[in-house]
């Protein structure tokens, strides 16, 4: 049954008893968490903190912090790491978190990765350098050979990010086999969000050994049934138990691709924090950190119909 989420305002604290994963035997659903933020524009400790208990309690494998929908390059190094240690310190099990890391420069990344790592994260979600694009293969396979020199004995747990619509910076199937044979104890999978249903068919079938995660909660089941373990989406923000539905079953549901549709009518992550907030009948999660916008009512609005008849169908 779905939880409901629209009895307070202010999110509780979170529970602190540790949870078993729902699921031991594949990656499971890592909802791409939204970032709240305060007045001032300082990040939402609490918020954010209340948020990811909420998740993993209705079933989520793990929560990621920091990634594309989490705005995460709009965050310092500083920023991040404190919010990640306050989550653990709030009693979030380090288990169940995956940390985002987008950053162009070696040393940060690498120091995001090793504090990343040294905290207990289950994983660390690494994206390429995405300033200097059309950069060949071994440039990128250099670059992360660097990063992960510098992390040392501690790397492990690395989920290669492929999102060139964002980054400008695709991954190759030969640049994954390369970094997977020089660093086989290193690389966890790679998540996919180039959107490409065919593409990613091609990398499950080239690297089936990895743990192959989906971005696109459009094809998810279909993909899922042709052995990807999972995603990190940001759907699951919103409607965790229908995308949790489609992985488990194999089959995609015409009213994710619907909400998928409603939603990039707009600002795409402007959007999915502005619904979170609709759900949790809190419009503090709408405000998103510049440059990006933050929608209005009128525009949610809009959307919370196709979400609606998700949540409907869960709670049936």
């Given at each position: 049954m779905l939880?409901?989420?629209?009895?307070t305002?202010?999110?509780?604290e979170p529970?602190l008893a540790?949870?078993?994963c729902?699921?031991?035997?594949?990656?499971?659903?890592?909802?791409?968490?939204?970032?709240?933020?305060?007045?001032?524009?300082?990040?939402?400790?609490?918020?954010l903190a209340?948020?990811?208990?909420?998740?993993?309690?209705?079933g989520?494998?793990?929560?990621?912090?920091?990634?594309?929908?989490?705005e995460g390059p709009?965050f310092?190094?500083?920023?991040?790491d404190?919010?990640?240690s306050?989550l653990?310190?709030?009693?979030?099990?380090a288990e169940r978190?995956?940390e985002?890391?987008?950053?162009c420069?070696?040393?940060?990344?690498a120091?995001s990765?090793?504090?990343?790592?040294k905290?207990g994260m289950?994983a660390v979600?690494l994206?390429?350098?995405f300033?200097f694009?059309?950069?060949p293969?071994?440039a990128?396979?250099a670059?992360?050979g660097a990063?992960?020199?510098?992390v040392?004995?501690?790397?492990?747990?690395v989920i290669?990010?492929h999102?060139?619509?964002?980054?400008?910076v695709?991954?190759?199937?030969e640049?994954?086999?390369?970094l997977?044979?020089?660093?086989?104890?290193a690389?966890?999978?790679?998540k996919?969000?180039a959107?490409?249903?065919e593409?990613?068919?091609?990398?499950i079938e080239a690297?089936?050994?990895?743990?192959i995660?989906?971005?696109?909660?459009?094809y998810?089941?279909?993909?899922?049934?042709?052995?990807?373990?999972?995603s990190?989406?940001?759907l699951?923000?919103?409607v965790?138990?229908?995308v949790?539905?489609?992985?488990?079953?194999?089959?995609?549901?015409?009213?994710?691709?619907?909400?998928?549709?409603?939603i990039?009518?707009?600002?795409?992550i402007?959007?999915?924090?502005?619904?979170?907030?609709?759900?949790?009948?809190?419009?503090?999660?709408?405000r998103?950190c510049?440059?990006?916008?933050?929608?209005g009512?009128a525009a949610v609005r809009?959307v919370?119909?196709f979400?609606e008849?998700?949540r409907?169908?869960a709670?049936?």
């Amino acid at each position: 049954m779905l939880v409901s989420t629209r009895d307070t305002a202010r999110p509780e604290e979170p529970r602190l008893a540790q949870r078993i994963c729902a699921s031991t035997s594949r990656f499971g659903i890592s909802p791409a968490l939204v970032t709240p933020l305060k007045d001032d524009g300082a990040i939402d400790v609490q918020r954010l903190a209340a948020h990811a208990d909420d998740l993993l309690e209705r079933g989520c494998s793990s929560v990621t912090l920091f990634g594309t929908t989490g705005e995460g390059p709009s965050f310092s190094l500083a920023e991040r790491d404190a919010t990640a240690s306050a989550l653990v310190a709030a009693g979030l099990p380090a288990e169940r978190l995956v940390e985002g890391v987008i950053a162009c420069s070696i040393d940060e990344a690498a120091e995001s990765v090793g504090r990343a790592l040294k905290r207990g994260m289950r994983a660390v979600l690494l994206a390429p350098p995405f300033y200097f694009r059309d950069a060949p293969d071994e440039a990128i396979v250099a670059w992360y050979g660097a990063v992960f020199a510098k992390v040392g004995p501690g790397l492990r747990d690395v989920i290669l990010y492929h999102i060139p619509g964002m980054t400008g910076v695709p991954l190759s199937l030969e640049a994954i086999a390369r970094l997977k044979r020089a660093y086989p104890g290193a690389l966890l999978g790679v998540k996919d969000s180039a959107c490409d249903p065919e593409a990613t068919m091609h990398l499950i079938e080239a690297h089936g050994d990895l743990t192959i995660l989906v971005g696109d909660e459009t094809y998810l089941g279909r993909a899922c049934a042709a052995g990807g373990q999972g995603s990190i989406c940001g759907l699951a923000n919103i409607v965790p138990e229908a995308v949790m539905s489609v992985m488990e079953k194999g089959r995609d549901d015409p009213r994710i691709k619907a909400l998928v549709d409603a939603i990039a009518r707009h600002p795409v992550i402007p959007m999915v924090k502005a619904l979170v907030g609709d759900v949790r009948n809190d419009p503090a999660w709408a405000r998103a950190c510049p440059p990006l916008p933050t929608v209005g009512p009128a525009a949610v609005r809009e959307v919370a119909p196709f979400v609606e008849a998700l949540r409907r169908r869960a709670a049936a």
